[in-house]
């Protein structure tokens, strides 16, 4: 039932709820009433709290859930399903306050404009949709996967040091690498891995996982390189 159906219904409700009202209140107006509280406001205090409940389970839940839902969608990357550049920002900023022990790490596709100029955008948009779904295949539930923009994407790892960041960072570049895609062939991307020093901004952090990141494409790609501690 789409809002508007919903509050025809409320407002059909509370009318329904106000004749039965006016009907108490009526049959409650008596000589013999036994109770302290008078009828007719008990009989308001009961069309109150009726009025409430209806309003609540049909207006303001679902406008509470649509709205949510639009957030959802807008902090959202619709090609990969991942998280945009906005959301992931967000969720770091907001896990730097509530755990110490946190990494960073940057993916960016290798030679991807190659990818879009052999086989086409429409193959490069499927190898954008099928590196997310390995990278997604290899996470833990904790991790977050962010679409930064472009080809590149980011994963956040509460509670992993750098060592253990590492790690992660070779299976999903195992993961990457280790079967063809469709069209495309095979597929590798380089690797920045930042441990959060626990003082910097996000934006601090996130630059260092980037410098990483570019280090390892001057290497020569396909490799994961790390960020040591910000001097
Ligand atoms: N298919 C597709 N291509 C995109 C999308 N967003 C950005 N691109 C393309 O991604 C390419 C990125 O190219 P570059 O920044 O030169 O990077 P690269 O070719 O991967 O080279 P290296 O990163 O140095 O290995 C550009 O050609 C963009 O047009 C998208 O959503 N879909």
């Given at each position: 039932?789409?809002?508007?159906a919903?509050?025809?219904l409320?407002?059909?409700?509370?009318?329904?709820?106000a004749?039965?009202?006016?009907?108490?209140?009526t049959?409650?107006?008596?000589?013999?009433?036994?109770?302290?509280l008078?009828p007719?406001?008990?009989?308001?205090?009961?069309?109150?709290l009726?009025?409430?409940?209806?309003?609540?389970?049909?207006?303001?839940?679902?406008?509470?859930?649509?709205?949510q839902?639009?957030?959802?969608l807008?902090?959202?990357?619709s090609?990969?399903?991942?998280?945009?550049?906005?959301g992931?920002m967000?969720?770091?900023?907001q896990v730097?306050?509530?755990?110490?022990l946190l990494?960073?790490?940057m993916?960016?596709?290798d030679?991807?404009?190659c990818?879009n100029?052999?086989?086409?955008?429409a193959?490069g948009d499927?190898?954008?949709?099928?590196?997310?779904?390995r990278?997604?295949?290899q996470?833990?539930?904790?991790?977050?996967?962010g679409?930064m923009?472009?080809?590149?994407f980011?994963?956040?790892?509460?509670?992993?040091?750098?060592?253990?960041a590492?790690?992660q960072?070779?299976l999903?570049r195992?993961?990457?690498?280790?079967?063809?895609?469709a069209i495309a062939?095979t597929?590798?991307a380089?690797?920045?891995?930042a441990?959060?020093?626990?003082?910097?901004?996000a934006a601090?952090?996130l630059?260092?996982a980037?410098?990483a990141?570019?280090?390892?494409?001057r290497?020569?790609?396909?490799q994961v390189s790390?960020s040591g501690?910000?001097t």
């Open positions: 039932m789409n809002l508007r919903r509050i025809d409320a407002v059909a409700l509370a009318a329904v709820v004749s039965v009202g006016l009907g108490l209140l049959w409650m107006d008596r000589e013999d009433w036994p109770l302290h008078p007719r406001v008990l009989a308001l205090l009961l069309i109150f009726l009025l409430d409940r209806a309003l609540h389970r049909l207006v303001r839940r679902p406008a509470r859930e649509h709205s839902a639009l957030r959802r807008a902090l959202q990357d090609l990969t399903g991942a998280v945009n550049r906005r992931f967000d969720r770091l900023a730097q306050h509530q755990q110490a990494s960073l790490v993916i960016d596709i030679h991807f404009k990818i100029d052999r086989h086409g955008h193959a499927g190898v954008l949709r099928e590196v997310a779904a990278l997604r295949r996470m833990r539930c904790a991790d977050l996967l679409r923009g472009g080809e590149e980011a994963l956040l790892l509460p509670a992993t040091d750098l060592a253990g590492q790690t960072a070779e999903a195992q993961a990457l690498r280790r079967e063809p895609m062939g597929v590798t380089s690797f920045g891995v441990q959060w020093d626990g003082s910097e901004s601090d952090w630059h260092r980037d410098l990141l570019y280090e390892a494409k290497r020569g790609r396909d790390l501690a910000r």
